[in-house]
């Protein structure tokens, strides 16, 4: 109904009475009404709620002129509390002002959303879900008020204000879905401790499980990280559900398919997040099992790039996990000993040397050191759970050609372990510091550690005592500190009796094949550990699904 007057009128929902709002009220609302009402409203404390037609003029304020619109952006929050029926209302009109042209009066409005929520949580999730949207803003400082609004509002209501975020993360646009994740990584630990109760921490980790169903490379690295953060999993239980994680996400009940690179990437981002998390209480024992059960019987068909190593990468995480791994069973020791006698050449044969005097250039096998370090040391760790492997009656002839293989491939790494020391022989620690003379260091600890790991292998019966540490990985005592470390011999290894030494040719007549030259990987240490890779690299894109086969349309991981 229109009053006597002919101006448009307002019902109150809560008293049912006419309220007069000027047609004209969008302009005549003025600084000093405000400030009058403002008063009024102040005065009455507690009886604000009587004074309504004073906070409906201020609602109005949001129509009116920029001065006007940020007294509104600070009076609106002040009195919400009072007027729970013009809850909505007030809601629309702070938003309003959140959204407006002027970037002064949006940061005022944005940095009053969490005051709405202090005494009343019904609208929180809607706030945290408003300013979720608002991070993907390109103004630097207005990105700052939103995120000090979305840490106001965790100690408000963290739950709710997860709510919100993860909503816009498992349905919102891409952008604003970067920007959430983004924010979460960067901001939450952050948080005081207080506030990220276990019942938080939770919630946390059941949202997180809905969006790994589908996510990125990148996002899938960073959840990860999020989760590691969180107090409540820091514990041995709280690892292992992590690990337990990433297994299900690297889908180990799955057959491998070597010719797939986003099934071999997917596989090795797997084991580089649960890798921190792996101890003799969290064991590795699912995933090496998986790697050699799987893997290893179709190394050969995964696929390598010039700039990167696949199979490398696949053999160095197999020897990093396996310490910390159980019994894998009889099948899975017997792949990884299959595999690591590929790289672990028989012998020639005698006549062949004697009618040739030495071997002739490309007769030798070609020995890969990178390879057989990480297999021999992945086998040391493992077979330690099966002695009878290799000792046992009926593995008598498997034992007898593993010593003639192991013989053989010692008397070929005395002679460059001797051409490595001689080549780095007074070098300065600046000359070393050169990238040839780099590769050779590392080139040095990886023969040294073969040459460490086949004396243990070749008593008899084999010994599983020695200790040595992986060449790629960084040194933090000299070598052979290590307790249960035995330090690298530089003499030949004594493969035969002492009485049958006169019996045996002169070193220096003996048929030895010459130094391995280029058959040491040159991207030894360099295969991606942790979250260190290139995130667009090998048909990665910037949409999410290939990754657990959902999200048509998504593109693949």
């Given at each position: 109904?229109?009053?006597?007057?002919?101006?448009?009128?307002?019902?109150?929902?809560?008293?049912?009475?006419?309220?007069?709002?000027?047609?004209?009220?969008?302009?005549?609302?003025?600084?000093?009404?405000?400030?009058?009402?403002?008063?009024?409203?102040?005065?009455?404390?507690?009886?604000?709620?009587?004074?309504?037609?004073?906070?409906?003029?201020?609602?109005?304020?949001?129509?009116?002129?920029?001065?006007?619109?940020?007294?509104?952006?600070?009076?609106?929050?002040?009195?919400?509390?009072?007027?729970?029926?013009?809850?909505?209302?007030?809601?629309?009109?702070?938003?309003?002002?959140?959204?407006?042209?002027?970037?002064?009066?949006?940061?005022?409005?944005?940095?009053?959303?969490?005051?709405?929520?202090?005494?009343?949580?019904?609208?929180?999730?809607?706030?945290?879900?408003?300013?979720?949207?608002?991070?993907?803003?390109?103004?630097?400082?207005?990105?700052?008020?939103?995120?000090?609004?979305?840490?106001?509002?965790?100690?408000?209501?963290?739950?709710?204000?997860?709510?919100?975020?993860?909503?816009?993360?498992?349905?919102?646009?891409?952008?604003?879905?970067?920007?959430?994740?983004?924010?979460?990584?960067?901001?939450?630990?952050?948080?005081?401790?207080?506030?990220?109760?276990?019942?938080?921490?939770?919630?946390?980790?059941?949202?997180?499980?809905?969006?790994?169903?589908?996510?990125?490379?990148?996002?899938?690295?960073?959840?990860?990280?999020?989760?590691?953060?969180?107090?409540?999993?820091?514990?041995?239980?709280?690892?292992?559900?992590?690990?337990?994680?990433?297994?299900?996400?690297?889908?180990?009940?799955?057959?491998?398919?070597?010719?797939?690179?986003?099934?071999?990437?997917?596989?090795?981002?797997?084991?580089?997040?649960?890798?921190?998390?792996?101890?003799?209480?969290?064991?590795?024992?699912?995933?090496?099992?998986?790697?050699?059960?799987?893997?290893?019987?179709?190394?050969?068909?995964?696929?390598?790039?010039?700039?990167?190593?696949?199979?490398?990468?696949?053999?160095?995480?197999?020897?990093?996990?396996?310490?910390?791994?159980?019994?894998?069973?009889?099948?899975?020791l017997g792949n990884l000993y299959t595999c690591l006698l590929e790289y672990?050449?028989?012998?020639?044969?005698?006549?062949?040397?004697?009618?040739?005097?030495?071997?002739?250039?490309?007769?030798?096998?070609?020995?890969?050191?990178?390879?057989?370090?990480?297999?021999?040391?992945?086998?040391?760790?493992?077979?330690?759970?099966?002695?009878?492997?290799?000792?046992?009656?009926?593995?008598?002839?498997?034992?007898?050609?593993?010593?003639?293989?192991?013989?053989?491939?010692?008397?070929?790494?005395?002679?460059?372990?001797?051409?490595?020391?001689?080549?780095?022989?007074?070098?300065?620690?600046?000359?070393?510091?050169?990238?040839?003379?780099?590769?050779?260091?590392?080139?040095?600890?990886?023969?040294?550690?073969?040459?460490?790991?086949?004396?243990?292998?070749?008593?008899?019966?084999?010994?599983?005592?020695?200790?040595?540490?992986?060449?790629?990985?960084?040194?933090?005592?000299?070598?052979?500190?290590?307790?249960?470390?035995?330090?690298?011999?530089?003499?030949?290894?004594?493969?035969?009796?002492?009485?049958?030494?006169?019996?045996?040719?002169?070193?220096?007549?003996?048929?030895?094949?010459?130094?391995?030259?280029?058959?040491?990987?040159?991207?030894?240490?360099?295969?991606?550990?942790?979250?260190?890779?290139?995130?667009?690299?090998?048909?990665?894109?910037?949409?999410?699904?290939?990754?657990?086969?959902?999200?048509?349309?998504?593109?693949?991981?």
């Amino acid at each position: 109904p229109n009053c006597m007057s002919g101006t448009q009128c307002v019902l109150c929902p809560a008293q049912r009475t006419c309220v007069t709002v000027l047609q004209n009220s969008v302009t005549m609302t003025s600084v000093e009404l405000l400030y009058k009402n403002f008063g009024v409203l102040a005065d009455a404390k507690d009886q604000a709620a009587q004074h309504e037609t004073e906070y409906l003029e201020i609602l109005s304020a949001v129509k009116g002129e920029n001065n006007v619109k940020r007294l509104a952006a600070q009076f609106i929050p002040r009195f919400f509390k009072h007027f729970p029926n013009l809850s909505e209302q007030s809601l629309d009109a702070q938003l309003d002002l959140c959204e407006d042209e002027d970037s002064s009066i949006r940061r005022q409005a944005i940095k009053e959303l969490p005051n709405l929520c202090k005494t009343n949580n019904d609208h929180l999730i809607r706030i945290s879900d408003v300013l979720t949207q608002l991070l993907q803003t390109e103004d630097a400082s207005e990105l700052s008020v939103v995120t000090t609004a979305l840490i106001a509002l965790f100690k408000v209501n963290a739950i709710g204000t997860l709510n919100g975020l993860f909503s816009q993360i498992l349905h919102g646009e891409e952008t604003v879905r970067e920007c959430a994740i983004k924010f979460l990584s960067s901001k939450l630990s952050k948080i005081p401790l207080e506030v990220m109760t276990r019942e938080v921490e939770e919630l946390l980790v059941t949202e997180t499980r809905k969006v790994l169903a589908d996510v990125t490379r990148d996002e899938f690295v960073t959840f990860m990280q999020i989760l590691a953060g969180l107090q409540s999993l820091q514990t041995v239980s709280g690892r292992q559900q992590l690990v337990d994680l990433v297994v299900e996400q690297a889908e180990l009940s799955k057959p491998f398919q070597a010719d797939d690179s986003n099934c071999v990437d997917r596989l090795l981002d797997c084991i580089r997040q649960a890798m921190p998390l792996f101890s003799r209480n969290v064991q590795s024992t699912k995933f090496v099992a998986y790697v050699c059960t799987a893997v290893l019987p179709s190394l050969e068909a995964v696929t390598s790039t010039e700039d990167r190593d696949v199979r490398l990468e696949v053999l160095k995480l197999l020897a990093e996990m396996s310490p910390y791994c159980g019994d894998v069973g009889n099948d899975s020791l017997g792949n990884l000993y299959t595999c690591l006698l590929e790289y672990m050449p028989t012998p020639p044969a005698e006549e062949e040397n004697e009618e040739n005097g030495a071997p002739q250039s490309g007769a030798e096998p070609q020995l890969q050191f990178s390879y057989v370090e990480c297999l021999m040391f992945a086998f040391h760790q493992t077979a330690r759970k099966h002695p009878d492997f290799l000792t046992g009656d009926e593995n008598a002839d498997r034992l007898k050609d593993f010593r003639t293989r192991l013989q053989f491939f010692a008397r070929g790494l005395q002679v460059y372990i001797k051409q490595l020391r001689l080549a780095l022989q007074g070098k300065t620690g600046e000359q070393l510091k050169t990238a040839e003379n780099k590769i050779k260091v590392v080139a040095l600890r990886t023969t040294s550690n073969i040459n460490v790991l086949i004396k243990d292998l070749f008593h008899n019966p084999p010994s599983y005592k020695s200790a040595v540490g992986l060449s790629w990985k960084p040194t933090t005592k000299p070598s052979g500190d290590h307790e249960g470390t035995k330090r690298p011999g530089s003499g030949p290894l004594e493969t035969s009796p002492p009485k049958r030494a006169a019996n045996r040719p002169k070193h220096s007549e003996r048929s030895l094949y010459h130094p391995p030259g280029g058959k040491y990987s040159e991207r030894v240490g360099r295969a991606p550990t942790g979250g260190e890779f290139n995130a667009n690299q090998r048909g990665f894109g910037q949409r999410r699904g290939g990754w657990r086969g959902r999200g048509q349309g998504r593109g693949q991981w």
